[in-house]
């Protein structure tokens, strides 16, 4: 899981971003481009799911957080935020 997380996230947001600009290149939701609006949508509900997922996979199985820079895994602490990631320093 640890390998496919950057993959995962990278493509939704990138299919996403095409989406967007294909909105926007058809004049916006008001001038025609309601139709690219539907797959933006999902995209994003997509997008939300996967980052619960992985939350509550990665807490299920008690590894922590994955740093969203290099993917090392940080322990959850109630209550506090986060550092900065002990691998990268991000």
Do not use: T
């Amino acid at each position: 899981m640890r390998a496919a997380r950057p993959l995962v996230f990278g493509l939704i947001m990138v299919a996403m971003v095409v989406s967007a600009a294909l909105v926007r290149r058809q004049g916006g939701p008001n001038g025609g481009g309601e139709a690219w609006l539907i797959p933006v949508g999902i995209l994003g509900g997509l997008y939300a799911v996967a980052v619960v997922a992985d939350v509550i996979f990665h807490a299920w199985k008690g590894e922590g957080q994955a740093c969203r820079a290099c993917g090392h895994l940080r322990p959850v602490k109630s209550f506090r935020f986060a550092g900065p990631c002990p691998q990268c320093g991000e």
